[in-house]
Every structure is written in C-alpha cells, then in structure tokens.
C-alpha cells in the first residue's frame, strides 16, 4: 500500500487537494472561502491533467528534416511513443482562462453583494433575503 502511495504521489496530493478545496466550498459559509476553495478544486484538476500529458525522455512533437529533398531516399520513421501529447497541455490553458474569467465575475458579484446587503456570510444573506421578500 504504501508502495503505491509512493508510486503515484502526485495522484495522491491532487486528490488531497481536490478534497480541500471540496470541504471549502461544501463546508464553508464564507463566499469568498467557497470561491477560493473552488480555485484549489479547479487547480487540482488542471495539474492532474497536465501530470498525465507529462512524459518522461519525451520531446516536443515538431518533426525535424526536409520533405522537400528529392536527394534523399531514406524514409522518416515517426514513432509516437517519443513525442509527448500536446492535447492536455493545450486544454488546461484553455481551462486557465476560463477559471480566471470565472474568477473574476465571481469576485465582481461577490463585491456587488456586500455593497447590498453589507455581509459575504450565507447564512446571513438567506435572512437578509427572506426578510426583504416578506
């Protein structure tokens, strides 16, 4: 058992951060505690994802060499197994911006909702709410 924790450490430590950050925004009655617990969730995933793209004795998939040349005769072998998969690279950056963007609107919210009712505190905002519909 503890072999594998060993072998698979990153795993572990993202689980272990996937699970902060889903106590912080199931747990907390914070917004600004649920939003940066929603942060460390996103980024455990993001690192996880790129863990995986991650090859060792890999190299960037750019194929060195001249098609062009009608002198040589030798055939290119490509072999995948010594390129690394941009693919999961290229999405997490795509998710990068995405989290900020989303990051950015929350916080915006969350500004425009202490400007209202003057607390970030959910249960006091449920009270404040209910109170204002009645």
Do not use: C
């Amino acid at each position: 058992m503890i072999d594998f924790i060993i072998g698979h450490f990153n795993v572990v430590a993202y689980i272990v951060l996937m699970m902060i950050g889903f106590y912080a925004m199931t747990g907390k009655t914070n917004l600004v505690k649920k939003l940066v617990g929603m942060n460390i969730f996103q980024w455990s995933i993001i690192l996880f994802f790129v863990s995986l793209g991650a090859k060792r004795g890999a190299t960037i998939p750019i194929v060195r060499g001249n098609s062009h040349s009608s002198h040589s005769s030798e055939e290119i072998v490509l072999e995948a197994v010594h390129y690394a998969n941009p693919l999961p690279h290229v999405l997490m950056l795509t998710a990068i911006v995405v989290g900020v963007a989303t990051t950015g609107v929350a916080l915006a919210l969350l500004l425009r909702i202490y400007k209202q009712y003057g607390t970030l505190e959910e249960d006091e905002l449920l009270k404040k709410i209910r109170s204002a519909t009645r």
